[in-house]
């Protein structure tokens, strides 16, 4: 049918539609986006060729707004549904993270849109974590967490007609996609009467924090959502002076001229009060620690050698100073991971030179004027001065960083130990579909854009 929306301005109202949930339900996230805020303005007026490049992308509206959140979902079949309701929003599972490694008992995806077009209408993923009650020692507690979870349902009714329904006829038209926003909303609410006793919530937070967080609770709340920020190390500064106190250190790379991947970090998550009912029905107050808000700022995505370089690097930065989550060896690790990453090249023309990450090659003005040439291979284009590169930016998340982030909001006691047990086929089971591998995907845009390059100076006959 011709009057279906776009799968991406569906995409776009949700996120909308989720950060004033979210502002609303938790007060400090829009003291961040108001931090966030002047500080991306701060930037845009003191750097005017920043401002002028976003521009000319269309970016500088949207600058600040979410770029991600995060979920933790019980179940199988809560990851296949979540799939089919992503899928509708035109995001689709990228990567595989397995934070067992890290003391964290989930793996994780991220379901966002793919390619150039529906990321630049709305960027919005969601980072989507399934519990692993299977790195639970405890059979007896890992089997009433399991009928807890079994009980209950995350979906509206409508939600799922509405996939159904667009599942079948391939979108929804304006009113049903007004309406499937406002029904998967349900989905990521804040439920504050918990669905276990106070017995069970404490036997679950005792083998976890994370478990009782997925389990006791009528739905997979949005834990957090994450805006963009032009200067993540003046917002990590000036958290404090606003009443928010801001987890220990920046997840990720240093402080660069060419940034890297991806910096992220967070206030730490807010205790709040939720209840729990008891033997006689009324129901008795607690508290629940759970919901923070984050900062992302990205930069280029790596190459599978630019990745194991970045990998080593932060590997032996933390063989170095291994952050304590009270901050109290904060400046000795930033200091550490600063001298660390001078390994990695700073320039964008030595990374590309060493092939250490993804660009997009086009014609300059020169190539656009030029005619076809001999040779056509993107090295002689490029030494002949008729294109020019830029950075691919990496959109996926970081294992390491994403413990780090799980880790500064479960509290500040010393991480539990899992065996490392990634499992990538069972995890690709639950989903039913295997997720895109990321570096296919960004050599995929690379090439393309040579492909391009290529044919628009190229002869005819010298076609391959
Ligand atoms: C997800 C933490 C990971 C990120 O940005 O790396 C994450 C969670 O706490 O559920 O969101
Ligand atoms: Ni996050």
Redesign the pocket.
Known sequence: MGNHVPASDIRAAFSAAMSSMYRAEVPAYGTLMDLVADVNDRVLTENASLRESLQASNALDRISDER???IRLGTPQELATMRRVFAVMGMFPVGYYDLSEAGVPVHSTAFRPVGEDALSVNPFRV?TSLLRLDLIADEALRAEAQAVLNGRQIFTERALQLVEKAEHNGGLDKADADRFVQEVLETFRWHDKAIVSADLYKRLHDSHRLIADVVSFKGPHIN?L?PRTLDIDAVQDQMPARGISPKAIVEGPPTRACPILLR?T?FKALEEPVSFQGHDGAWHSGSHTARFG?I?QRGIALTPKGRALYDRLLDETRAKVRPAADGSNAAAYVQALRDTFRQFPDDWAGIRAQGLGYFTYSLNAKGKAAGPQGQTDIETLLANGLVRFDPVTYED?LPVS?AG?FQSNLGDHAAQAFEASPNQKRFEADLGVSVLDEFAHYAAIEQASIDACRAALGRQEAAE
Request: aromatic fraction near 16%.
């Open positions: 991600h959140g995060a980072f957090h994450t992220q967070s984050e992302e998340f994403a982030i």
